[in-house]
């Protein structure tokens, strides 16, 4: 059961983009969620988590202030406003649930931050 994420796109350095992934109910409710990014020639990293209580997040030290995780338990569903992008914000991001599990990895919505 993969994961998909949405609301990817091209903006500009400065710009704002929501993501969104909605997870079926089993798996979202369970666990604790959390959004990835790979940059072209670099590793998958986690950028953002939530708890599935929905009280306590983490944040990588790039997106801090800028990126807000956020989830919906009655729509299965987890989100990331990100805010301010900078062209180094420009990637493939992925949802999961935290730690992540192989067969949830989806295809990823593509961010790309350019003028």
């Known amino acids: 059961v993969q994961l998909q994420a949405s609301g990817g796109g091209l903006v500009q350095p400065g710009g704002s983009l929501r993501l969104s992934c909605t997870a079926a109910?089993?798996?979202?409710?369970?666990?604790?969620m959390g959004w990835y990014r790979q940059a072209p020639g670099k590793q998958r990293e986690l950028v953002a988590s939530?708890?599935?209580?929905?009280?306590?997040?983490y944040y990588d030290g790039s997106v801090k202030g800028r990126f807000t995780i956020s989830r919906d338990d009655a729509r299965n569903s987890v989100s990331l406003q990100m805010n301010s992008l900078e062209p180094e914000d420009t990637a493939v991001y992925y949802c999961?649930?935290?730690?992540?599990?192989?067969?949830?990895w989806g295809q990823g919505t593509q961010v790309t931050v350019s003028s």
């Open positions: 999961n649930v935290q730690p992540p599990r192989q067969p949830y």
């Open positions: 939530i708890w599935k209580d929905g009280k306590n997040t």
């Open positions: 109910a089993h798996i979202f409710q369970r666990n604790n």
